[in-house]
């Protein structure tokens, strides 16, 4: 089975900006490619929300409260996703997680990385 490991992620100022990284292994390219990626995020109390997705044909999906901020992409070399964040809030204070769905079958999550910003 695939996995997902996450980087990045930690404390920041509001107006501060950091990225996320997802690494993925044990998945070849020609399923990685065809695949949609996503970030996801939950904040304490609330549901796991979509942040912003990437099909495999390169069209992006963002959720209103980070369009214009966040940035969803890929690296099929290197079987990387990221999320850039600019002008964080302290709304986004979340766990954030990546997910990759490979066309036709699997739904893989990574481990979740924390995003703290202070006002």
């Known amino acids: 089975q695939a996995q997902l490991v996450q980087s990045g992620g930690g404390l920041v100022q509001a107006g501060g900006s950091l990225r996320l990284s997802c690494k993925a292994s044990?998945?070849?390219?020609?399923?990685?490619?065809?695949?949609?990626m996503g970030w996801y995020r939950q904040a304490p109390g609330k549901q796991r929300e979509l942040v912003a997705s990437?099909?495999?044909?390169?069209?992006?999906n963002y959720a209103d409260f980070v369009k214009g901020r966040f940035a969803i992409s890929r690296d099929s070399s290197k079987k990387m996703v990221y999320l850039d964040m600019d002008n964080l809030e302290p709304d986004d204070t979340a766990v954030y997680f990546c997910?990759?769905?490979?066309?036709?079958?699997?739904?893989?999550w990574g481990q979740g990385t924390q995003v703290t910003v202070s006002s």
């Open positions: 997910r990759i769905q490979p066309r036709g079958a699997g739904d893989y």
């Open positions: 044990r998945i070849i390219t020609s399923v990685f490619n065809p695949s949609t």
């Open positions: 990437l099909a495999p044909g390169g069209v992006t």
